[in-house]
């Protein structure tokens, strides 16, 4: 049994004060994710696309609910392989403040593919109000918030227990995540079987799900990794094509002198 350790944490909207005493682990005790392997691991890794629209529609239909994706616009969609009317049509499900109108009244407009993912909440007091006073965090870098964060993301995603181990005590409105720093998270277990129906008939299971919106945040966080990638082999190989040339310049300038 690993070690506990009381510690306060702020957790807003219990209690007047927001201070509640809180049991957790010990911060070396702490368990790190397991290592797993993404198809854009390594130096020739690049995205799976099919993943990347299977994690799309994770996000909208689960994770989207709480979370937003501020740094992503509707059209970088295009890069995982959806064409401009699907674009269009996801972009047109959310709406945003319009120009007024000849009476100056407020209007409302369709999402434009220009346009950045709209956020579910108008502002922060309503994403507190609306999840007992935790703020739910943006998602555009979250695999990038974290030393090894696809593997941490996936196994907070995969790490929730119905029953805490003997001894640790849940609080009320809490949920224990085996790899959540604290192992007391305010969410909610977000995915579960079947949860969506995949379009390309998937199998549609938690750990499925996970690892689909993984790559897909990981896409979000990092767009240009593929281009990166290639560069840096095309740079590589022009190195050595430099070293080999440079090298026998040098035995023929010398040549005359041996």
């Known amino acids: 049994m690993r070690r506990l350790a009381v510690t306060l944490v702020v957790l807003a909207g219990l209690g007047a004060g927001g201070l509640a005493p809180v049991m957790v682990w010990a911060a070396g005790d702490e368990p790190h994710p397991p290592g797993r392997h993404w198809s854009f691991s390594g130096v020739f890794g690049t995205y799976d696309k099919p993943q990347l629209r299977r994690g799309l529609q994770v996000y909208r239909e689960v994770c989207a609910a709480c979370h937003s994706l501020r740094l ?28 007024p109108n000849d009476e100056g009244e407020a209007t409302t407009r369709k999402a434009l593919p220009s346009d950045k993912f709209v956020p579910p909440f108008a502002n922060e007091n309503a994403a507190r109000s609306a999840n007992n006073g935790a703020l739910p965090p943006d998602l555009s870098l979250m ?26 005590t849940v609080p009320e409105g809490m949920y224990f995540n085996t790899y959540f720093p604290g192992h007391n998270i305010a969410m909610a277990p977000p995915i579960s079987d079947e949860g969506v129906e995949f379009a390309d008939k998937t199998k549609a299971t938690v750990q499925q799900q996970a690892k689909d919106v993984v790559a897909f945040l990981q896409w979000a966080a990092d767009p240009y990794l593929e281009d990166r990638k290639r560069m840096g082999i095309k740079v590589v190989l022009f190195l050595i094509f430099l070293t080999g040339l440079l090298y026998a310049y040098k035995r023929k300038v010398w040549a005359k002198v041996h």
């Open 72 to 99: 992503v616009a509707y059209r970088n969609l295009a890069a995982i392989g959806l064409d401009v009317k699907a674009i269009e049509a996801i972009a047109a499900e959310k709406k945003l403040p319009g120009a």
């Open 143 to 168: 695999t990038k918030a974290r030393l090894r964060g696809p593997d941490y993301v996936y196994a907070l995603l995969t790490g929730y227990k119905e029953e805490p181990p003997e001894g640790v």
